[in-house]
């Protein structure tokens, strides 16, 4: 994931990969196990996008959070 800083503003804008915005677009339709999560879970996570939710039965999966829904209804994706 890059960051990228603009001038007229003071905070930096995120840019997603493919990869980041296909992996969203998974974790939109279903939770990822964590143990299988790739580095482009992490980064979601990193980013704020998923998050890691315990499922209850001693397992825990990376879920889309809810800025990671706002950004596929952004793209009109979600």
């Not at 990228?4 to 974790?27: F, K, M, Y």
């Not at 279903?30 to 397992?59: E, H, I, K, N």
């Amino acid at each position: 994931m890059k960051t990228i800083e603009r001038n007229d503003a003071l905070e930096a804008v995120q840019c997603l990969s493919a990869h980041e915005l296909a992996t969203l677009l998974v974790l939109l339709q279903a939770p990822v196990d964590a143990m299988a999560a790739t580095p482009d879970v992490m980064a979601l996570r990193d980013a704020g996008f998923a998050q890691l939710v315990d499922s209850g039965q001693g397992t825990a999966t990376f879920a889309i959070t809810d800025e990671g829904n706002t950004v596929l209804r952004i793209l009109n994706a979600g």
